[in-house]
């Protein structure tokens, strides 16, 4: 019976295939590029674009929008990326790039995106020890998400340089963002879209001023009250960046030399943006769709705030539905 | 040619009927209801439940969920409600309950209910000046939103008392909810439903605890450390109700006299429930789908928090942009 001996054999041969491609399939690859000296982990996700809503062909043409967002480790991370999340799940032709400030990812992340079956990618990036805030730190004290935005720009450059149209845009896992910006960001035609943003740099609205001509609005100011002196006096919820600038200077980075509240006007000097090439976007300036909410800082009491802090090492620390609360 | 001009009156008539039917269809009826010697301003939208999410008919079957928000004036109020809304409008067969702490409704909750084709109904109700907390005053000094929570309770008595089955929640407008939140609602079956809730009362997760049975999950104590002997040591976010006990306890409050921390409590006690009646959902309460988190202050310089303050009454004295971030 030597000829079924072969077909057991081929029949078990092509199940151990069929077994390795499967897993190989669901495999999430993690990636390790040589990023300035020290290592990025990519936790690549899924990198077909796709509508995300089954029922709403109508965007699939339209330019994909690049959602890049820095997180990092405290007792309000789950709840806000799972806000953000679902408010993203609603958005066709969007990739979510999010960079975790950590060192490994974190499993609650791909869950998330698997389970809102968003497109994107998870990467880590950790800030090191000596620019990272404590948690008593004020906000100033060092700039944050520097380490993590310059992760995703480097990972755009070198996975995205086929793309030709798409928009970037860097959103933090707490602001608010209505859904009408969306379609705001796409209207951007040439290099860099603005918009107000609402509650920020201690006023209500935070916006480009425009001058009128006959056929067209440009920006001529801006009316923030706290350093107006910048170039760009806008926060990093305010403008969106065509992805085509991103590849063309493909050296631009954000700095931790950039002096306090210069990082998003420095930033914009090296795309080498002049104001008249701004597009003022949301109906001239007049409409709000993000606002630069705050999640407040959770008052833990004191067992329960160590207990937080030692779960990123030890998770078991945690019961069941504590980890679940934060992990 | 007397009957040509019949057949003008006739046909000016009837266009006049038109035109009336139609402005009644769009109005949003204003109604007055005494209440407790007050007067409870009801600006219904829109009765008729359907399924919000045009693609998703299976739930049409399921209980109606009810979600009540009480919301009141602050820079972040437009944020929180949109960023909600946009939460909401994902959930079928849910009927948004809001009252606002304030003299006449806000055109923007109008303009959201009707953007997101979320069906509900948009109530206001002043809190009496001497329980209403100023913006400097801690969170504790008053219970928040027991007359808009009443009101809404007042409400669903009066004009949902043929509904047979469906289920009450009271939602903060900035916790953070967890779209599988809504499918464990739809489990409760007799009466109260339990879940944890995350960050809250100085902890990661407050919940209830249980005991197992051969056949069953009951709830038997409280990890609360806030108070723990309270009744039901638990959040509002933490639990919603039957329908059909609020219409059989119609006088149930939630009541300005309930000692700090109790307010809970007491309305549940006079719901008649007994701990062990509570049903633990969330995969006996290993699951976190609610967090109790809250939008920081704005930080708002001294002109800009006075132009927002005089604004309530004077709307004039913002810019356009302005308006549009808080209104």
């Known amino acids: 019976m030597p000829h079924q001996h072969t077909n057991s054999l081929f029949f078990v041969l092509f199940a151990f295939f069929i077994l390795i491609m499967t897993s190989l399939y669901n495999f999430k690859t993690i990636i390790d590029l040589s990023f300035e000296n020290s290592i990025l982990r990519t936790n690549i996700l899924l990198l077909n674009l796709t509508c995300n809503k089954d029922n709403n062909n109508k965007c699939l043409n339209e330019d994909p929008i690049i959602f890049v967002t820095p997180t990092s480790y405290r007792p309000e991370q789950k709840a806000d990326l799972t806000r953000l999340g679902q408010t993203l799940g609603n958005i066709c032709n969007l990739f979510w790039i999010i960079v975790e400030d950590a060192q490994l990812p974190s499993k609650f992340i791909d869950d998330l995106f698997n389970r809102l079956k968003i497109k ?6 950790q800030t090191p020890a000596d620019k990272k805030l404590k948690f008593s730190d004020p906000r100033w004290k060092f700039p944050r998400g520097v380490e993590q ?4 720009l480097f990972w755009i450059r070198n996975n995205l340089n086929s793309w030709k149209r798409g928009i970037v845009y860097f959103g933090d896992d707490d602001n608010t963002y209505d859904w009408r910006l969306f ?3 796409r209207k951007i035609n040439q290099k860099i879209g603005v918009w107000p943003v609402g509650i920020v740099g201690g006023m209500l609205v935070e916006t480009p001023l425009l001058d009128r001509t006959l056929t067209n609005y440009t920006v001529n100011g801006f009316n923030s009250l706290w350093k107006p002196e910048r170039p760009f006096p806008m926060d990093m919820a305010g403008f969106a960046i065509n992805i085509s600038l991103i590849h063309e200077h493909s050296t631009s980075l954000f700095s931790y030399k950039s002096p306090r509240g210069f990082m998003e006007s420095r930033f914009l000097q090296s ?3 002049k104001r008249e090439e701004l597009e003022p976007l949301a109906m001239h300036c007049t409409k709000v769709f993000v606002w630069h909410t ?3 800082k ?5 067992d ?5 802090n030692m779960a990123i090492n030890i998770s078991s620390s945690l019961s069941t539905v504590e980890e679940d609360a934060i992990f």
Chains 1, 2 share one sequence.
């Not at 935005?149 to 995703?152: I, K, L």
């Open 304 to 308: 329960e705030f160590q207990k937080f």
């Open 149 to 152: 935005r310059n992760s995703a």
């Open 120 to 125: 994107g990618v998870h990467l880590v990036k």
């Open 294 to 296: 705050r999640t407040q």
């Open 298 to 302: 959770s008052a833990l009491m004191a």
């Open 271 to 273: 795309l080498d943006i």
């Open 183 to 185: 379609d705001e960001m």
